[in-house]
């Protein structure tokens, strides 16, 4: 037999069988009717999904593509931004803001810890002149959710935008954008939205349009007002991954069918087993306060003298368990298993099961069983 696969990474996540199905569907043309109405379909979907009315651009691209479409169609050079850092994606977010000319106003906190919301705040009321604000859902290099309703509380007060990255978070973790003053949401197919590598989606406020009728930076591919003219007409400027659009449109249909408080739900307790299960081998989380920690991807340390990505390898190479490493500063020192999509129960207790194995080939013992049965526990006590 060949080696099964299990994806346990922040994305690529795995398809669903409707997902793939949808993805063999013959091809139809981008400007003809069926088109349009499964643009216009999707984009309803979308719409919920994102919980928006603002308009939502698709673009074929992956996530990195939606951030850059955020700040090319805004940031003029010298306008002052802040950058919330907390990790990975928090510096992406910053260092294309500095590609595009921003001034930077650069927040630092810790790896593994959310935004402090009182030095938002302070700078917030220090720069009375920023433009916008950068800012990340659910940082993925570290499993740390940010309080964006909280900084959406602030923005609204202030003439900044808020603009967030909720490429790994959207689908997995509750975010309503216009309840909570999103200005600028983007999220990517591939994580919790079940779906292929290759789209990219974006809305923008009223409050983020007027930013975007000032810019003057140059921008084709990535250009918001081409995009809004085509949808005007449900299309898209340039030619569209069809394949994946109708994937996606699959992929939503099996979240508005659950029902998005059950799928936040089923999220919330796949984290807290995955969580439970690490702690009772004896392994450390780097999320903290605990209360930070993500329900769609756990950081967790390696023990002592058990390099991260040599247990991954072993994973991988022995059990066909694939989970990530950490970036950067992280690199080597931690693992993350994530739990972000098309995941359930016992997806949770065969990642538990496989770490158990791979520790204990590597001479670290923990009792067999023990990270199973928290999560198990977890489950036996839990909603869903
Ligand atoms: C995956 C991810 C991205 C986008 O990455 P792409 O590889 O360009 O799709 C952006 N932000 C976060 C938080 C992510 O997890």
């Known amino acids: 037999m060949s080696r099964k696969l299990r994806l346990m990474i922040p994305g690529p996540t795995p398809l669903p069988p409707e997902v793939s199905a949808a993805l063999a569907r013959p091809m ?14 999707l984009h309803g979907k979308l719409q919920q999904v994102m919980q928006t009315k603002n308009e939502v651009f698709i673009l074929t691209s992956s996530g990195t593509g939606g951030l850059e479409a955020a700040i090319a169609n805004t940031v003029n050079p010298g ?17 294309l803001a500095r590609t595009y000319g921003a001034e930077v106003v650069e927040l630092q906190f810790p790896w593994g810890t959310p935004v402090d919301l009182d ?4 700078a917030l009321r ?17 499993g740390v959710v940010h309080d964006i309703r909280g900084l959406g509380y602030l923005t609204a007060q202030h ?87 109708f994937a996606q449109e699959a992929a939503l249909d099996l979240i508005l069918a659950e029902g998005l408080e059950q799928v936040f739900a089923r999220h919330r307790l796949l984290g807290q087993a995955v ?14 306060p605990e209360a930070a920690a993500s329900p769609v991807v756990t950081a967790v340390k390696s023990p002592d003298g058990i390099p991260a990505d040599d247990l991954r390898k072993l994973l991988f190479d022995r059990y066909g368990v694939l989970f990530a490493g950490g970036q950067a500063a992280l690199k080597g020192r931690i693992f993350r298993i994530a739990h972000m999509g098309y995941v359930d129960k016992l997806d949770v207790l065969t990642a538990l099961g496989a770490l158990e194995l791979a520790l204990n080939d590597l001479g670290y013992k923990v ?7 928290a999560a198990q526990r977890v489950f036996l006590g839990g909603v869903v």
């Not at 220090?126 to 570290?142: C, F, G, I, R, Y």
Request: charged share 20%.
């Open 275 to 288: 969580r439970e299960g690490v702690k009772a081998l004896g392994l450390e989380l780097l999320p903290a």
């Open 367 to 373: 009792p067999l069983g023990s990270g199973v049965a």
């Open 28 to 41: 139809v043309g981008h400007r003809a009717r069926d088109f349009a109405a499964l643009t216009e379909r």
């Open 119 to 122: 030095a938002v705040a302070e």
């Open 126 to 142: 220090k720069h009375p002149d920023l433009k916008m604000v950068l800012a990340t859902q659910n940082e993925t290099s570290t």
């Open 159 to 245: 003439a900044a935008v808020l603009a967030v990255d909720a490429v790994s978070g959207l689908g997995g973790i509750d975010l309503p954008a216009d309840e909570w003053g999103v200005d600028i949401l983007v999220t990517a197919s591939q994580k919790a939205l079940m779906t292929p590598p290759g789209l990219a989606m974006i809305s923008l406020s009223a409050k983020a349009w007027a930013l975007v009728d000032q810019c003057r930076a140059p921008r084709y591919y990535f250009s918001l007002p081409a995009a809004k003219k085509a949808l005007a007409k449900w299309n898209t400027a340039y030619t569209p991954a069809v394949s994946l659009f």
């Open 79 to 95: 306008d002052k931004v802040l950058a919330l850092v907390a990790g990975k994606f928090g510096e992406r977010f910053r260092d």
